[in-house]
C-alpha cells in the first residue's frame, strides 16, 4: 500500500510565477491536509479538504493561496505571484474517513523561490 | 487559540545518557503526537497518546501524557547517535486540525 505521495519534491520558482503542488493521498482515504514548515520553525496548519470540499482554510494565507482536492486526481496547492518568504517544506497529509485523527504525512515538496 | 511549546529547543547529550523532552499545550485536547523528523525528510510518527496518564514505549523512548497539567514528555534512555533528529510534538485541535511545538533539535554526540 503506497504511502502518501506528493510532486514534484523540489520546486524552484522565480518571483512572480506560479507553483503547484500536488499530493495523492494514501489509498482509502478521503480526507487531506495541507501543512507548511518555514525553515527550523514547526509544521503550520493551513487547510482540511474532503472530495471537492473546503472543510477548514483557517492556514490559508487570504491572497495567492488557494487549495482543491477534486472528484479525480490529486489535491492541488497552488500559489500565484511566488514571493521569496515563500520558501518552505509543504506537507500533505491525509487520514481515512473513520478514525480521521490518524494523519499519514507525504514526503513533502521544497519550494524555493529565487 | 491553542499553543504547543516545547523544551529544550536544542539538546546536545552524550551517548549513554538519560535526557526528557517537555510538551505544554494551553487548551484541552483529546490527542497528543510524537513525531521525529530526520534533515530534509519527512515526519515519522512514534507516538499517540489519548489519554490521561498514557504511557508508550518504543525501544529507548517512552512517551507519556498528563492531561491536567496538559504536559507530555518524551524521554530518551542511554541515547545512541541514531537518535539525532528534531522531535515534534503536536496536539489535535478539534476534530482533524494538528498544531505543533516548535520542535526540539536532538544531537548526540559519541
Not at chain 1, 522565480?14 to 495523492?24: F, H, I, M
Not at chain 1, 525553515?39 to 477548514?56: A, S, W
Not at chain 2, 512514534?46 to 504536559?71: P, Y
Request: aromatic letters at 10%; glycine letters at 8%; a positive charge.
Amino acid at each position: 500500500n503506497a504511502g502518501v505521495m506528493q510532486n514534484p519534491r523540489h520546486l524552484v520558482r522565480r518571483r512572480g510565477q506560479e507553483a503547484r503542488l500536488r499530493c495523492s493521498p494514501m489509498k482509502g482515504h478521503s480526507h487531506v491536509y495541507w501543512y507548511r514548515q518555514l525553515p527550523e520553525e514547526g509544521l503550520k496548519f493551513m487547510v482540511y479538504l474532503q472530495k471537492e470540499n473546503i472543510i477548514d482554510e483557517s492556514g490559508m494565507p487570504k491572497e495567492r493561496f488557494s487549495a482543491e482536492f477534486p472528484k479525480e486526481g490529486p489535491s492541488i496547492l497552488r500559489i500565484q505571484q511566488v514571493v521569496r518568504g515563500d520558501s518552505a517544506a509543504y506537507f500533505c497529509a491525509s487520514s481515512p474517513p473513520v478514525r480521521s485523527y490518524e494523519q499519514y504525512f507525504g514526503p513533502g515538496t521544497r519550494l524555493t523561490v529565487t | 487559540e491553542l499553543k504547543v511549546e516545547q523544551n529544550p529547543l536544542f539538546l546536545s547529550m552524550q551517548e549513554g545518557k538519560n535526557y526528557t523532552i517537555y510538551c505544554n499545550y494551553s487548551t484541552t485536547s483529546d490527542r497528543l503526537y510524537w513525531y521525529r523528523q530526520d534533515p530534509g525528510k519527512s515526519l515519522e510518527s512514534l507516538f499517540v497518546l489519548l489519554s490521561n496518564g498514557a504511557v508508550k514505549q518504543e525501544g529507548r523512548l517512552m512517551a507519556s501524557l498528563d492531561t491536567k497539567a496538559r504536559l507530555s514528555t518524551l524521554h530518551i534512555t542511554a541515547a545512541v547517535h541514531d537518535l539525532s533528529a528534531t522531535y515534534f510534538c503536536a496536539v489535535l485541535q478539534g476534530a482533524q486540525k494538528l498544531v505543533f511545538g516548535q520542535g526540539t533539535r536532538l544531537t548526540i554526540n559519541p
